[in-house]
């Protein structure tokens, strides 16, 4: 099955920096690639996503960028601020079926 | 936030008794799915539906069985909770129908906190 890894568990920024988070995953079927946001007691909702034919994808602030080759992912937020601060999910689509796997987590701190 | 619900919000149990978990929605999709989130692991997949009757296990699914006898409901049920099985459920659920990104989101339930003591 599917395995995905992600890396850093904990990020902290200063207000007005970029932060990256990068994933890995195992299976080189994998064709759907989502982030997700968790703010704290909230249920996660998804921020952006990429397919396996895209390299990179953009919306204002938040860009995604796919690497196939290496089975890597990674999602980058630029100008931060302090509502970015939550847990960040990355997960890959399993081969079969609608299921996602997911990352662990990042936890993102923006500091003031 | 898509329209679904989840009952209880929290539970607090004992080891050995049964717990049902439900989940409602109204957006008449046609898959849902069981994740569990522990510290550490993120997001679990317990079991998912990919139609009335119609299910599947995921990564963790031992200690679980679902049952969708209803396009709107999805149930989870502990046979005999352990405290293994503390963690916050979430529900989810995704249209069929593949969208212009050839993949459909997942819509996440507010969650349920359980405690098995």
């Known amino acids: 099955g599917e395995n995905v890894e992600q890396h850093p568990s904990t990020l902290s920024v200063q207000e007005g920096d970029s932060a990256v988070i990068k994933c890995t995953y195992s299976?080189?079927?994998?064709?759907?690639f989502p982030w997700y946001k968790q703010e704290l007691g909230k249920r996660p909702q998804l921020i952006i996503d990429i397919r396996s034919n895209v390299g990179e994808k953009k919306d204002q602030r938040i860009a995604v960028t796919l690497n196939k080759t290496a089975k890597h992912f990674s999602l980058h937020i630029t100008e931060t601020q302090p509502e970015d601060s939550a847990v960040y999910f990355c997960a890959a689509r399993w081969e079969y079926g609608n299921k996602l796997v997911f990352g662990a987590g990042t936890i993102l701190r923006v500091k003031s | 936030d898509a329209g679904i619900t989840q009952s209880p919000r929290h539970k607090v149990t004992e080891t050995g008794t049964p717990v049902t978990l439900r989940c409602h929605q109204t957006?008449?999709?046609?898959?849902m799915y069981w994740y569990r989130q522990d510290p550490g692991h993120g997001l679990r997949l317990i079991h998912y539906s990919y139609g009335v009757k119609d299910t599947d296990k995921g990564e963790v699914s031992d200690g679980y069985s679902v049952s969708r006898s209803k396009t709107e409901d999805f149930l989870l049920t502990l046979e005999s909770a352990t405290s293994s099985q503390t963690s916050v459920y979430f529900c989810a659920i995704s249209e069929s129908k593949v969208s212009l990104a050839g993949y459909n989101e997942q819509f996440f339930g507010p969650g349920t906190r359980l405690t098995v003591l």
């Open positions: 957006e008449n999709h046609r898959y």
């Open positions: 299976d080189s079927a994998s064709n759907y």
